[in-house]
T-cell receptor, first 115, second 109 residues
Framework: GAGVSQTPSNKVTEKGKYVELRCDPISGHTALYWYRQSLGQGPEFLIYFQGTGAADDSGLPNDRFFAVRPEGSVSTLKIQRTERGDSAVYLC?????????????FGPGTRLTVT | QKEVEQNSGPLSVPEGAIASLNCTYSDRGSQSFFWYRQYSGKSPELIMSIYSNGDKEDGRFTAQLNKASQYVSLLIRDSQPSDSATYLCAVMEGNKLVFGAGTILRVKS
């Protein structure tokens, strides 16, 4: 079946601009996660949704970052007033549920470059 | 800060050999552990999960867990050049995964 999809695959933006990154999880997966990966590092957790609600947003670095999942499926990560330090690969993952232990499957990622 | 540590490598092994990748973690209460493979320029791909002490085998891959020593490892038997990638160890903390920085594996033909 179809895996996690993310759009765009690449995004180049100027410092100070606003960007939106989209994630479409595996069909039937109720849990959705955003991670960020910098070169040479493992992914770092940003936010977790169970259904429509953000159950854990402890990884969001500051209030310029926000994410929504209004219908419990597609999620959008929004970054305001982008900074060069926001440049990274943004990964989305989904799992069957967030309750209990379920394996997380990653999408292809969006490479964000802030110039 | 809960940590997951991996040797960055690169670990170089000849084709056909066994590759051994190691990971330690700081949270003694951790219960769920995962190995992901990441090819250059691609996203992490889940290859193994392990939840109980001991060994878990899947094809050429064996995951080993020792909770008392806070240690998890991945063995790759009959290593192939296509196994060359970065291997990420991840520990579940609540609902999120905490990753190590990964070990680069190079299999030489």
């Amino acid at each position: 079946g179809a895996g996690v999809s993310q759009t765009p695959s690449n995004k180049v933006t100027e410092k100070g601009k606003y960007v939106e990154l989209r994630c479409d999880p595996i069909s039937g997966h109720t849990a959705l996660y955003w991670y960020r990966q910098s070169l040479g590092q493992g992914p770092e957790f940003l936010i977790y949704f169970q259904g429509t609600g953000a159950a854990d947003d402890s990884g969001l670095p500051n209030d310029r970052f926000f994410a929504v999942r209004p219908e419990g499926s597609v999620s959008t990560l929004k970054i305001q007033r982008t900074e060069r330090g926001d440049s990274a690969v943004y990964l989305c993952a989904s799992s069957l549920s967030g309750a209990g232990v379920y394996e997380q499957y990653f999408g292809p990622g969006t490479r964000l470059t802030v110039t | 800060q809960k940590e997951v540590e991996q040797n960055s490598g690169p670990l170089s092994v000849p084709e056909g050999a066994i590759a051994s990748l190691n990971c330690t973690y700081s949270d003694r209460g951790s219960q769920s552990f995962f190995w992901y493979r990441q090819y250059s320029g691609k996203s992490p791909e889940l290859i193994m999960s392990i939840y109980s002490n001991g060994d878990k085998e899947d094809g050429r891959f064996t995951a080993q867990l020792n909770k008392a020593s806070q240690y998890v490892s991945l063995l790759i038997r009959d290593s192939q050049p296509s196994d060359s990638a970065t291997y990420l160890c991840a520990v579940m903390e609540g609902n999120k995964l905490v990753f190590g920085a990964g070990t680069i594996l190079r299999v030489k033909s």
